[in-house]
């Protein structure tokens, strides 16, 4: 008898507990406390970066196997990813050499980025700009070359030096962000 009321409450007692957190988990959202994490081309799927993306009129493919980003712990994310940007004018062609969507305020080169969408581009010395989806310039600031990395790869993002921050990187060139 006692051995059945053990099978009986057992279920029970786990079924109480799993609804309890139930709202967590059906939200997407992480456990409090989570980490950071970052999302290098094989996390970022179609389901949180678009295959296309608009910019000054025209839509362009993004390059998901050259994408990366953060996952905050609060369930916002940073993602950013190359484009094909060949069917745009020469002059915007320069400049705009990949797509950033921010869910939060970023803090690039001492300048704060609202959310949004973005287009961006590392310039010719040491130059990095950030344009609105109408190709005009919100924030100009400095890049960082990185000589002593190994094996550069096309887009990624990786932890900075700096507690909280980030490295946007296309290949060697990089510039720091991290939340406001």
Known sequence: MRFT???VFLPLLLLSFSLRYWHVVRAG?????????????????PKIFPERVFFRGQTAPAQLRNTGGVHYGD????????VDSSGYSTGI???YQAYLLNEVTLEIGGQALKPGAYGFG?????????MDLGANDVLQGSSQHDG??????PLQVSVSSTAGSYRLYIGRDYVEFRRH
Request: aromatic share 10%; hydrophobic share 50%.
């Open 5 to 7: 009321r053990l099978f």
């Open 122 to 130: 590392f310039l010719p010395g040491g130059k990095f700009v950030v």
């Open 29 to 45: 959202n992480p456990p409090a406390g989570a980490a950071e994490v970052v999302l290098k081309a094989a996390d970022v799927t």
């Open 148 to 153: 002593e990395m190994k094996r550069p790869i």
């Open 93 to 95: 062609k320069e400049k």
């Open 75 to 82: 369930d916002f994310y940073v993602l950013a990813g190359l």
